[in-house]
């Protein structure tokens, strides 16, 4: 179990080296240490009366600190169980949960929490730890017994911690493993910059962002990518706790690569401090051959230690017997100890035992980024504890009822928050009232709304891509002295000129912790780009890996909520490669983060550049990925007013984040003032740039760079069809979402509901009820072939289906069927 063994568990000379260990201070963290074990064994030699006070306290502290644990795994063991075995099961699912995986980080969760963190801390759990974290937050009364109760069912506690739908204090969803690890690394660069900034209140302290990582996570790449990018950008206040129990969902984690693990972060520049052996071992370790079981237990493979864990006491008597038997010292221990005892001896794993974690967290100072890896047991105090098909394993009912009782539950009491502690309610209440982490209740910070002007300024070129217009619409903002220009900040992954973002840092300058001259300037070599590094800069330049890219978007997109101050995020990639961050992005919008995506170039438009840099789906994930609003603008008029109004929309309440996907191909700009009618469609996601008359039978409909094909084709058609219309779409998205609103609406109770038709519906209602569509996108024609379902209308879809090659423009048009030929050939075939 999780409580301490009792002394008289413990026999002769290890009786006495244990109760020696209780008179002094445990060891210190030297300052300035790379990297250190934390043997509690080890001590000052200061008799305890020179500090008994101090040490009293400490002995209070860890005494409730030990009944709360024992608190945290009961709560978070039967919460799964209830959710498995008691809960009526209508659908014959398992539910599931992680009993093992939450007992391994039973103890250090509960230090944490209970005694370690500070209220300006933040923290991302273990996805598979979310019932501790949820016991914990019952216990501090931020989490009802009620959800606990429905705990993965519909509106109770998440199966993986939720900012959006937990209502304890969620400070980073978790959930796709490895990202919510990243999350805290980019979230330290953020609260960096603002406070270098002072951007926010100016009163807020500096706090650290603690991941607690699952060993197996450690094999998504994703951390590894933002391990490098942490080190290019000297993060600083990170803590990241791995939770190192040896085994991952399908078995046990490989020896070998681990070994390596504390190097790879020590390479990086991070401090690495180990919990391996608690007290008991350590303490044995003392004895006359202790070494020998060390070293023993430290050769001993993984696969090994995990099957004896849940062997037990027998099984470990047998291989130490075995191996260690020509050491006089050894039969000693193991005659010192009955089964039960050798169990718990072996089984003392630091990152189990309170006191070594305590010393471990409380022995760190300074800011330096540090990785402490947990010796643990998964599955520690549970019936299955080592097995290595324990991760989705669950209790059986009569294992649980002798846990209870172990526990010393009652029947009825199982939500009690104090059955079966020795401490006394009012004590624990106390306690868990003044734990720092709780002393200023929920954390979860506000600010204010940027105001953003009534329009953006718009570039007036006669032609132009809508690539550049970003650039100069942006380019004009950063020469503005406004509390817009001052909130937005840009990133990209290495990419920066090459999406129109030169200017914009040669106004604002690259971000970094401590100035530094662009070498090329110092030394008079002419370069368009000036690369100052400077606290006050305004861009964080990534590298080539688009999952750090989203992942620094969603830090900084949720910076009003972690840190006090409202950041306006704006970044920038290649369109293609939204893809191979597509994991980040969905993590980044299931969070509810804010920020501005513009994707650029886009499609087989990028036409010299070949097949791997044309995109096709794109279009599909601006309209299937939630929390992200997406348009495509043909004209940076229509452009200036969709960044205005994405810069709103990321405010809102009920907003979210936007994708601008953009194109290089310069189109000549339409001659005309938009009215705020205008304005409004082109938001709401469309408009006629040609109308079509009453019940007319054809209508173009166009998106984005093929605008222009669409134009002429509209034209030729029109000799022809008197009244064809041409239909220019900015955001088959919100259309879509628009529609579908509607739709849910009309089949509401009549008299309740509002019945006016979705802008799309008022888009297509000038035409006959038997018009043919013909769509047309750099795209997957899937984006708009959806519009027939509007009214019941034909449509006949162009767009990209198949991998893009090299050519140009001409060339791929016509190959792939969106030049104005085949737009034309479409209506004589629709109209056949």
Same mark, same amino acid.
């Given at each position: 179990?999780?409580?301490?063994?009792? $002394?008289?568990?413990?026999?002769?000379?290890?009786?006495?080296?244990?109760?020696?260990?209780?008179?002094?201070?445990?060891?210190?963290?030297?300052?300035?240490?790379?990297r250190?074990?934390?043997p509690?064994?080890?001590?000052?030699?200061?008799?305890?009366?020179?500090?008994?006070?101090?040490?009293?306290?400490?002995?209070?502290?860890?005494?409730?600190?030990?009944?709360?644990?024992?608190?945290?795994?009961?709560?978070?063991?039967?919460?799964?169980?209830?959710?498995?075995?008691?809960?009526?099961?209508?659908? #014959?699912?398992?539910?599931?949960?992680?009993?093992?995986?939450?007992?391994?980080?039973?103890?250090?969760?509960?230090a944490?929490?209970?005694?370690?963190?500070?209220?300006?801390?933040?923290?991302?759990?273990?996805?598979?730890?979310?019932?501790?974290f949820?016991?914990?937050?019952?216990?501090?009364?931020?989490?009802?017994q009620?959800?606990?109760?429905h705990?993965?069912?519909l509106?109770?506690?998440?199966?993986?911690?939720?900012?959006?739908?937990d209502?304890?204090?969620?400070?980073?969803?978790?959930?796709?493993?490895?990202?919510?690890?990243?999350?805290?690394?980019?979230? &330290?660069?953020?609260?960096?910059? $603002?406070?270098?900034?002072?951007?926010?209140?100016?009163?807020?302290?500096?706090?650290?962002?603690?991941?607690?990582?699952?060993?197996?996570?450690?094999?998504?790449?994703?951390?590894f990518?933002?391990?490098?990018?942490?080190?290019?950008?000297?993060?600083?206040?990170? *803590?990241?706790?791995?939770?190192?129990?040896?085994?991952?969902?399908?078995?046990?984690?490989?020896?070998?690569?681990?070994?390596?693990?504390?190097?790879?972060?020590e390479?990086?520049?991070?401090?690495?401090?180990?919990?391996?052996?608690?007290? +008991?071992?350590?303490?044995?370790?003392?004895?006359?051959?202790?070494?020998?079981?060390?070293?023993?237990?430290?050769?001993?493979?993984?696969?090994?230690?995990?099957?004896? $864990?849940?062997?037990?006491?027998?099984?470990?008597?047998?291989?130490?017997?075995?191996?260690?038997?020509?050491?006089?010292?050894?039969?000693?221990?193991?005659?010192?100890?009955?089964?039960?005892?050798?169990?718990?001896?072996?089984?003392?794993?630091?990152?189990?035992?309170?006191?070594?974690?305590?010393d471990?967290?409380?022995?760190?100072?300074?800011?330096?980024?540090?990785?402490?890896?947990?010796?643990?047991i998964?599955?520690?105090?549970l019936?299955?504890?080592?097995?290595?098909?324990?991760? &989705?394993?669950?209790?059986?009912?009569?294992?649980?009822?002798?846990?209870k009782?172990?526990?010393?539950?009652?029947?009825?009491?199982?939500?009690?928050?104090?059955?079966?502690?020795?401490?006394?309610?009012?004590?624990?209440?106390?306690?868990?009232?003044?734990?720092?982490?709780?002393?200023?209740?929920?954390?979860?910070?506000?600010?204010?709304?940027?105001?953003?002007?009534?329009?953006?300024?718009?570039?007036n070129?006669?032609?132009?891509?809508t690539?550049?217009?970003?650039?100069?619409?942006?380019?004009?903002?950063?020469?503005?002295?406004?509390?817009?220009?001052?909130?937005?900040?840009?990133?990209?992954?290495?990419?920066?000129?090459?999406?129109?973002?030169?200017?914009?840092?040669?106004?604002?300058?690259? *971000?970094?912790?401590?100035?530094?001259?662009?070498?090329?300037?110092?030394?008079?070599?002419? &370069?368009?780009?000036?690369?100052?590094?400077?606290?006050?800069?305004?861009?964080?330049? +990534? #590298?080539?890996?688009?999952?750090?890219?989203?992942?620094?978007?969603?830090?900084?997109?949720?910076?009003?909520?972690?840190?006090?101050?409202?950041?306006?995020?704006?970044?920038?990639?290649?369109?293609?490669?939204?893809?191979?961050?597509?994991?980040?992005?969905?993590?980044?919008?299931?969070?509810?983060?804010?920020?501005?995506?513009?994707?650029?170039?886009?499609?087989?438009?990028?036409?010299?550049?070949?097949?791997?840099?044309?995109?096709?789906?794109?279009?599909?994930?601006?309209?299937?990925?939630?929390?992200?609003?997406?348009?495509?603008?043909?004209?940076?008029?229509?452009?200036?007013?969709?960044?205005?109004?994405?810069?709103?929309?990321m405010?809102?309440?009920?907003?979210?984040?936007?994708?601008?996907?953009?194109?290089?191909?310069?189109?000549?700009?339409?001659?005309?003032? +938009?009215?705020?009618?205008?304005?409004?469609?082109? !938001?709401?996601?469309?408009?006629?740039?040609?109308?079509?008359?009453?019940?007319?039978?054809?209508?173009?409909?166009?998106?984005?760079? !093929?605008?222009?094909?669409?134009?002429?084709?509209?034209?030729? $058609?029109?000799?022809?069809?008197?009244?064809?219309?041409?239909?220019?779409?900015? &955001?088959?998205?919100?259309?879509?979402?628009?529609?579908?609103?509607?739709?849910?609406?009309?089949?509401?109770?009549?008299?309740?509901?509002?019945?006016?038709?979705?802008?799309?519906?008022? +888009?297509?209602?000038?035409?006959?009820?038997?018009?043919?569509?013909?769509?047309?996108?750099?795209?997957?024609?899937?984006?708009?072939?959806?519009?027939?379902s509007?009214?019941?209308?034909?449509v006949?879809?162009?767009?990209?289906?198949?991998?893009?090659?090299?050519?140009?423009?001409?060339?791929?048009?016509?190959?792939?069927?969106?030049?104005?030929?085949?737009?034309?050939?479409?209506?004589?075939?629709?109209?056949?």
């Amino acid at each position: 179990m999780v409580e301490d063994a009792p $002394v008289d568990g413990i026999k002769g000379d290890h009786c006495l080296n244990f109760l020696l260990l209780a008179q002094f201070y445990p060891i210190q963290t030297p300052k300035g240490s790379k990297r250190k074990d934390f043997p509690p064994s080890q001590a000052y030699a200061v008799p305890m009366t020179t500090i008994a006070p101090v040490q009293e306290l400490k002995a209070q502290r860890l005494r409730l600190l030990r009944e709360l644990e024992r608190k945290v795994l009961w709560l978070s063991a039967w919460t799964i169980h209830n959710a498995n075995h008691l809960r009526p099961n209508r659908d #014959g699912l398992k539910v599931g949960g992680h009993q093992a995986s939450c007992a391994s980080l039973a103890t250090v969760m509960t230090a944490l929490y209970f005694s370690v963190l500070k209220p300006e801390d933040r923290v991302a759990v273990k996805p598979h730890a979310s019932p501790v974290f949820h016991a914990i937050q019952y216990l501090f009364g931020h989490q009802t017994q009620e959800k606990l109760e429905h705990f993965r069912g519909l509106g109770g506690a998440q199966s993986y911690p939720s900012r959006t739908k937990d209502v304890d204090d969620v400070d980073f969803s978790t959930g796709s493993v490895g990202l919510g690890v990243a999350m805290t690394l980019f979230s &330290s660069l953020v609260q960096d910059y $603002v406070r270098l900034k002072e951007l926010g209140d100016g009163k807020r302290p500096t706090g650290r962002m603690v991941a607690l990582v699952g060993d197996a996570e450690l094999d998504e790449g994703n951390i590894f990518e933002a391990l490098l990018e942490g080190w290019k950008h000297d993060v600083r206040n990170l *803590w990241w706790v791995i939770d190192y129990n040896r085994q991952s969902l399908d078995g046990v984690v490989n020896d070998r690569l681990f070994g390596r693990i504390g190097e790879m972060f020590e390479l990086v520049g991070w401090r690495v401090v180990t919990l391996k052996y608690g007290m +008991l071992l350590e303490a044995a370790f003392t004895q006359p051959d202790g070494e020998h079981l060390r070293q023993w237990i430290d050769d001993c493979p993984n696969s090994l230690y995990s099957a004896l $864990v849940f062997k037990g006491g027998a099984g470990w008597r047998e291989a130490l017997t075995r191996d260690l038997n020509q050491y006089p010292g050894i039969r000693r221990i193991l005659d010192q100890h009955d089964d039960e005892a050798l169990h718990r001896l072996m089984t003392n794993l630091a990152g189990n035992d309170m006191q070594a974690v305590l010393d471990a967290f409380e022995g760190v100072e300074g800011d330096q980024p540090t990785c402490f890896i947990a010796y643990t047991i998964k599955g520690q105090g549970l019936p299955f504890a080592g097995h290595k098909d324990n991760h &989705s394993g669950l209790m059986t009912l009569d294992q649980m009822a002798g846990f209870k009782k172990g526990m010393a539950i009652a029947d009825g009491l199982e939500w009690d928050k104090f059955a079966g502690l020795k401490a006394t309610p009012a004590e624990l209440q106390q306690f868990l009232a003044e734990a720092p982490f709780n002393a200023e209740g929920r954390r979860r910070t506000e600010a204010p709304v940027v105001a953003i002007p009534a329009a953006l300024p718009k570039p007036n070129d006669k032609e132009s891509s809508t690539q550049a217009g970003f650039g100069k619409i942006l380019n004009a903002i950063a020469a503005e002295d406004s509390e817009l220009s001052k909130r937005i900040v840009t990133t990209s992954p290495d990419v920066t000129v090459s999406t129109n973002l030169g200017a914009w840092v040669n106004r604002r300058g690259l *971000w970094a912790h401590t100035e530094a001259e662009d070498v090329f300037r110092e030394l008079k070599v002419v &370069s368009a780009q000036l690369w100052r590094k400077t606290p006050r800069g305004q861009h964080i330049e +990534l #590298g080539i890996a688009e999952n750090n890219l989203f992942i620094q978007l969603a830090a900084m997109g949720l910076s009003h909520q972690l840190f006090g101050a409202r950041l306006l995020p704006i970044g920038t990639l290649y369109d293609p490669f939204i893809a191979r961050g597509l994991d980040a992005l969905n993590y980044a919008c299931y969070q509810d983060a804010r920020f501005m995506i513009v994707a650029t170039p886009s499609g087989v438009t990028l036409s010299p550049e070949g097949g791997a840099h044309q995109s096709i789906h794109t279009p599909l994930i601006g309209i299937g990925q939630p929390g992200l609003l997406s348009y495509e603008p043909a004209y940076v008029d229509e452009l200036a007013v969709l960044m205005r109004h994405g810069l709103q929309y990321m405010q809102l309440d009920k907003g979210g984040s936007v994708y601008l996907r953009l194109s290089t191909r310069s189109l000549p700009q339409p001659q005309r003032t +938009l009215t705020p009618g205008q304005e409004s469609d082109i !938001v709401a996601g469309g408009y006629w740039y040609a109308p079509p008359e009453p019940g007319s039978d054809v209508a173009i409909v166009a998106m984005g760079a !093929v605008t222009p094909e669409a134009i002429a084709a509209h034209e030729n $058609v029109a000799r022809d069809f008197v009244g064809a219309g041409l239909l220019v779409l900015t &955001s088959p998205d919100r259309l879509h979402a628009d529609w579908l609103s509607a739709q849910r609406n009309r089949g509401r109770t009549a008299g309740l509901v509002d019945r006016s038709a979705a802008p799309v519906e008022r +888009l297509l209602a000038p035409l006959s009820r038997d018009a043919r569509l013909v769509t047309v996108l750099d795209g997957h024609p899937l984006a708009l072939s959806w519009l027939g379902s509007v009214r019941g209308q034909r449509v006949v879809p162009l767009g990209i289906e198949a991998f893009g090659q090299s050519g140009d423009i001409p060339d791929l048009y016509r190959a792939y069927k969106l030049d104005a030929a085949a737009i034309v050939d479409a209506v004589a075939r629709s109209i056949a």
